[in-house]
């Protein structure tokens, strides 16, 4: 073994025995440039071969690591059976090596520039913070005691106005006091110098008594005045405002960590619920591969905190936080990840009062005609409520219960029921031609079903992904499908036998399935697509849970079922258990005919109110 000769610190070169190959060692990958440097002038030197010194060395042997020249006898046979190949190969070979590892160090040598600049780039955005927070600090402190003297500067100018007042009414009446004093020392000096001795001045002196008489009438009334505008014992007292106070001991604020990984989604930021809807914040990363310690807190109108229902992390960086406020008001989600508040938090979260919300006019005092009664209530596209009454027109409402305008077809039709489309038309049951006609959101007819099939249209449904139509057919007992785009009809449910008896709604569940209004049966009927029954829902009754006479039937995104029957409004889950009653002793609905959700985030229902013919629109 050749000496180890150590060129640095940190690089050892390292010559094996009876071989010209140089083994490097490389303690830091910051001297690879002079190490390649020595490697590349090593192929400039020839190499002798030990055994025959006027020979250069021609052949190296991977599998031996040796190397001679092709006299080396003892190396034939290894030439012969080993990979042996001439030396400037070999070195070409292991140079390439070498400038793949420097390649590699090279690579490192960036990554750890990026993350260098990564570290500084946040020590130079968390300075630029710093400094915002404490200019804030500075300029809210600043605010605040500016704001203060002001305040301190007007509550004296009214304590000086408070003693110029009492300064004046004190000095005129010392003034009015001094003006008597004068005319009482007036009338002793007069009483003396004319009265006197003189008994024969007795008429004088009942003038004079007269006099004094007057005077003491003027004290009497001067005290009384003293007494009723300013009672013994009247001093200025400084009333001290508690919350200025209470938000000293409190504090200007507090300073927090932000997390800017996260983002809460834009829908989430400010929320209108009702009390007791549970619902949910979706927090996400910007990282998709982040997870962290995320954790959530409410807090109450008064100030207090309490925990939120959960906290799930839904993978690729998202979590859904649910919450469920109690009572309404103005509550607050506090977000964090670790010790680290987000980016955006607090959520804003206003808590509405279940139950009727506003309630419109009498339908009837808007319609041309009035001869007919209210059928159905659905949501435009702009917002707005628009209410069929089985004429040819339609009334417009907003959702604060005010009129917008009546809106007349141009032909002559009876809109029953009513769905409106994704794409804004509106699909409509007209009773006059017995169809099911679509139009446009100006009213405007574009496509007709249903002629010469129908009796009675009635409730409508459409399935947006294989585009059936369905329409329950009240005279007909069954409800009829019909391609919505063609209208080619497909089929009908309900038939044969007897399982619907004066069907007049129809919705469909998440899976496809119907859920029909069976009015003359008094219940709820399930089937599939193809017209196979299911089961039924919900059975006839009077009391909470069941039903009499179901006019309408909608679902809503946490696929609830709401059911209106005779004098009751009913909320289900999607397993059709029975939750509560929509409808309050003095909210005047009696036998609802149409429904919509209009809301889902804040839970709002339309209701089309045939006892009262007017639209109530409520939380639930």
């Not at 002793?188 to 110098?193: N, P």
Request: proline share 2%.
């Amino acid at each position: 073994m050749r000496k180890v000769r150590l060129l640095s610190n940190n690089i050892n070169v390292i010559t094996a025995p009876n071989s010209s190959t140089t083994v490097y060692c490389i303690h830091n990958i910051y001297e690879y440039k002079e190490l390649h440097q020595e490697n590349k002038m090593s192929k400039e030197v020839p190499r002798r071969c030990q055994d025959h010194p006027d020979n250069n060395l021609q052949l190296f042997c991977a599998n031996c690591n040796k190397s001679a020249c092709k006299k080396c006898t003892h190396f034939m046979q290894c030439y012969e059976e080993h990979d042996a190949k001439p030396i400037w190969n070999a070195i070409d070979a292991f140079n390439k090596q070498v400038s793949n590892l420097v390649e590699l160090v090279d690579d490192i040598k960036q990554k750890l520039e990026g993350v260098y600049n990564s570290i500084m780039d946040d020590k130079v955005y968390f300075e630029m913070h710093v400094q915002l927070c404490r200019t804030a600090i500075e300029a809210h402190t600043d605010a605040i005691v500016r704001k203060v003297k002001e305040e301190g500067k007007k509550l004296l100018l009214d304590l000086e106005n408070v003693c110029k007042e009492k300064t004046k009414a004190i000095e005129s009446e010392v003034m009015e006091l001094e003006s008597h004093q004068q005319q009482a020392q007036s009338l002793k000096r007069l009483i003396t110098e004319t009265t006197m001795n003189k008994p024969g001045n007795t008429r004088t002196l009942d003038d004079y008594m007269r006099n004094i008489d007057d005077v003491n009438k003027n004290i009497e009334e001067m005290q009384s005045q003293n007494d009723q505008l300013y009672p013994k014992k009247v001093t200025p007292t400084f009333r001290i405002n508690t919350k200025v106070d209470d938000a000293i001991v409190k504090g200007l604020g507090k300073i927090v960590c932000v997390d800017n990984k996260y983002a809460i989604d834009k829908d989430d930021k400010a929320i209108t619920v009702t009390e007791g809807q549970t619902f949910a914040v979706i927090v996400s990363s910007l990282d998709e591969s982040n997870r962290c310690n995320v954790a959530a807190t409410l807090i109450k109108p008064s100030g207090e905190t309490t925990a939120t229902d959960e906290v799930k992390y839904m993978g690729n960086g998202e979590y859904i936080i649910k919450g469920r406020c109690d009572k309404e008001g103005d509550w607050k989600m506090e977000i964090t990840a670790g010790v680290a508040h987000l980016k955006g938090t607090p959520v804003n979260i206003k808590v509405e009062p279940l139950g009727l919300v506003h309630t419109t006019d009498t339908i009837g005092d808007h319609k041309v005609e009035n001869k007919y009664c209210l059928s159905d209530v659905q949501l435009d596209k702009d917002g707005c409520i628009l209410v069929s009454s089985n004429s040819n027109e339609l009334l417009k409402f907003n959702q604060s219960g005010e009129f917008v305008e009546n809106i007349p077809f141009s032909h002559n039709v009876r809109v029953n029921k009513m769905h409106t489309m994704g794409n804004g038309h509106i699909l409509y049951s007209d009773t006059e031609g017995k169809r099911v006609v679509m139009c446009n959101d100006k009213l405007e007819e574009i496509s007709q079903f249903g002629k010469g099939i129908l009796i009675n249209p009635w409730g409508l449904a459409v399935n947006d992904k294989t585009r059936v139509l369905f329409v329950t057919d009240f005279h007909a007992h069954c409800v009829v499908k019909f391609n919505v785009d063609d209208g080619r009809l497909l089929g009908k449910i309900g038939s044969k036998g007897e399982e619907l008896h004066y069907p007049r709604d129809v919705t469909l569940t998440k899976e496809g399935n119907l859920m029909v209004a069976d009015w003359g049966n008094h219940r709820i009927q399930m089937f599939d697509a193809d017209g196979t029954f299911i089961k039924t829902l919900v059975i006839e009754g009077e009391e909470d849970g069941k039903v009499k006479h179901p006019n309408a039937i909608v679902t809503d995104r946490d696929e609830n079922i709401i059911v209106a029957s005779i004098n009751k409004l009913q909320l289900f889950d999607k397993n059709v258990l029975f939750i509560k009653r929509l409808d309050g002793k003095n909210d005047g609905i009696n036998s609802t005919s149409g429904i919509s959700v209009i809301s889902n985030r804040q839970r709002k229902l339309i209701a089309a109110n045939l006892g009262e013919n007017n639209v109530k629109i409520l939380n639930y």
